[in-house]
């Protein structure tokens, strides 16, 4: 191709933002996804994580402002709850509806913290919610137990995925690092209802 780098990663951002939003895809399969579509190979300069963040902030201002405010805050309501189900491993919103960029399609990542990493696993248990064990990758790159749950959002009408990715309990302060731009990357229940209340992305 003889697109520019620069242009080359914008277009691959732009593509791969799409399936984030249509489709709920996670920035890594997106890009996959798109990189397929468009005949790359795997040294193409792929978009990073603020790239596509921008890009899918951009896919949503066109083509769906009139509908992603009312889902983002859905979500993050339905978030509240379970971080309010799960005060006791200081849950920490992350992800998509944290960041403001989530619609319909995205799902919800809730940060556990607790020094015994079955201990959510138990609760979870006590109180008959059924879930799937799993793992998920860590914001160090390290693999972190993850269990996952179908929520029912009444407000949308659908089912959506709850992950709760464990982490041991000194893993709180790594977890609030500020980000490349310098935001908090996650925040507990405080954090979420004074985004609510405020009506911000």
Same mark, same amino acid.
């Given at each position: 191709? +003889?697109?520019?780098?620069? +242009?080359? @990663?914008?277009?691959? #951002?732009?593509? !791969?933002?799409?399936?984030?939003?249509? /489709?709920?895809?996670?920035?890594?399969?997106?890009?996959?996804?798109?990189?397929? =579509?468009?005949?790359?190979?795997?040294? $193409?300069? *792929? %978009?990073?994580?603020?790239?596509?963040?921008? #890009?899918?902030?951009?896919?949503?201002?066109?083509?769906?402002?009139?509908?992603?405010?009312?889902?983002?805050?859905?979500?993050?309501?339905? $978030?509240?709850?379970?971080? /309010?189900?799960?005060?006791?491993? =200081?849950?920490?919103?992350?992800?998509?509806? *944290?960041?403001?960029?989530?619609?319909?399609?995205?799902?919800?990542?809730?940060?556990?913290?607790?020094? /015994?990493?079955?201990?959510?696993?138990?609760?979870?248990?006590?109180?008959?919610?059924?879930?799937?064990?799993? @793992?998920?990758?860590? *914001?160090?790159?390290? %693999?972190?137990? !993850?269990? @996952?749950?179908?929520?029912?959002?009444? @407000?949308?009408? =659908? *089912?959506?995925?709850?992950?709760?990715?464990?982490? +041991?309990? /000194?893993?709180?302060?790594?977890?609030?690092?500020?980000?490349?731009?310098?935001?908090?990357?996650?925040? +507990?229940?405080?954090?979420?209802?004074?985004?609510?209340?405020?009506?911000?992305?």
């Amino acid at each position: 191709m +003889d697109a520019h780098p620069s +242009d080359l @990663t914008r277009e691959i #951002a732009a593509v !791969a933002a799409r399936y984030v939003v249509e /489709d709920g895809m996670e920035y890594g399969p997106a890009k996959r996804q798109a990189g397929h =579509q468009l005949g790359l190979s795997a040294k $193409a300069p *792929w %978009p990073d994580h603020l790239a596509m963040e921008a #890009a899918v902030r951009e896919y949503i201002a066109v083509f769906c402002p009139d509908t992603q405010a009312a889902e983002l805050q859905a979500l993050r309501e339905q $978030a509240l709850v379970w971080m /309010d189900r799960l005060q006791d491993f =200081q849950p920490h919103l992350g992800g998509a509806v *944290w960041h403001g960029i989530a619609t319909r399609h995205s799902d919800i990542h809730l940060h556990l913290f607790c020094d /015994d990493p079955k201990a959510a696993e138990l609760s979870l248990l006590d109180h008959r919610v059924d879930y799937q064990p799993g @793992t998920a990758t860590g *914001w160090r790159g390290e %693999p972190v137990d !993850a269990l @996952t749950l179908r929520s029912r959002n009444n @407000t949308l009408g =659908q *089912w959506v995925l709850v992950h709760l990715l464990v982490h +041991d309990h /000194d893993g709180l302060r790594g977890a609030l690092k500020p980000d490349a731009l310098g935001r908090k990357p996650r925040g +507990d229940a405080k954090a979420l209802r004074a985004l609510l209340a405020a009506g911000t992305h």
